[in-house]
Structure formats: structure tokens, C-alpha cells
């Protein structure tokens, strides 16, 4: 377990996590924003699940989500690196039955805390389609604040960012 909050616990994602993994993004709800296409079956997220490098070469990554009392995956969060842009970005993706129940608030800020204390990020940010209104709620709950516009896969975009100081003071 990388950390624990009152109702979820954040681990690293592993193969086992596959059947869950593909449910997932089987849901062309959850996929609506993000520009993914479905994993084409079990074997395939598992083998996405196995070659998944973040935690290896940057020490953080996506983190499945899971309920304290029952062990349900209920989806996954976290943070990512992406080299090109030397950035860590918020990420989140949850099954539609378990929207709307602050899950996805909860699980990012147990990911910024652990990017700001553990991993000593200076910077992240978070990118989101600007139609999806839930997503871009989450990322102002947790204290980010708007950047700016991008092109989302050929949609409107927004950018939030929070940095290491302003982390400090909301949690003060």
C-alpha cells in the first residue's frame, strides 16, 4: 500500500488488476473525454499493466484505487511524467458507480500529497477537456488553479497547475 486515506487505500497498479483494468476503459462513458480507445481484451491491459514504466523510471505513476472496507477497484489515480514536457500530471479515472461520491477528490489529494511530500514535486498540473465538467470540479477542489487553454484532441482543453507553496498552504 503507497498511502492511505479514510475511505481508499493507493497502490501500484500490476497485472492481477487486468479484468478490472479492462472493464474500465470498456465504458465508452469513462472513455468519453480522454481520447483512449478501449483496451481489445483482457490480455491486451494486461500486458499494458506489465510494460507500465512510470513507477521504474520515475518513482510515481497511475495508482489503482481501492475501498478500505470491501477491496473494490474502483478505478485509478495519480500522477504521471512526461519527459517531453519535463511535467508531472494529475490523472484519474473512475467506473461511472462510483462517480459523484467524491472518490476522485479523495484520491487526488492523497496523489498531490504524496507528490509534494514524498516525491518533493515542485509543480503539477492537470489537463482536461473543457466539457468535462466533472473532471475539471475535481481538479479545483484540490486546489489547482486554471492555467490556461489546449487543444484536447482536437476539443477545447484546460490546463490547471498547483505548485509545491501553494500545496503547503491549503494544508496548513
Not at 484540490?142 to 490546463?159: C, I, P, S, T
Amino acid at each position: 500500500m503507497l498511502l492511505q486515506t479514510e475511505r481508499l487505500y493507493l497502490r501500484r497498479l500490476k497485472p492481477d488488476d487486468a479484468a478490472s483494468f479492462y472493464a474500465l476503459n470498456e465504458d465508452p462513458e469513462v472513455l468519453k473525454y480522454t481520447g483512449d480507445v478501449p483496451f481489445r481484451d483482457i490480455k491486451a491491459a494486461e500486458k499494458f499493466l506489465q510494460n507500465y514504466v512510470q513507477y521504474r523510471k520515475y518513482g510515481v505513476g497511475r495508482w489503482a484505487v481501492i475501498d478500505n472496507r470491501t477491496d473494490d477497484f474502483l478505478g485509478w489515480c495519480g500522477l504521471r511524467y512526461t519527459a517531453a514536457r519535463d511535467e508531472y500530471d494529475l490523472g484519474f479515472r473512475f467506473f461511472r458507480k462510483y462517480w459523484n461520491q467524491g472518490y476522485a477528490t479523495e484520491a487526488a489529494r492523497a496523489s498531490l500529497h504524496l507528490g509534494f511530500t514524498k516525491y518533493n514535486l515542485k509543480k503539477v498540473v492537470g489537463r482536461a477537456a473543457a466539457a468535462n465538467v466533472a473532471s475539471v470540479r475535481v481538479l479545483e477542489k484540490v486546489g489547482m488553479r486554471r492555467q490556461g487553454a489546449f487543444d484536447f484532441e482536437g476539443r477545447a482543453g484546460v490546463l490547471y497547475a498547483i505548485e509545491q507553496e501553494e500545496y503547503a498552504d491549503l494544508v496548513k
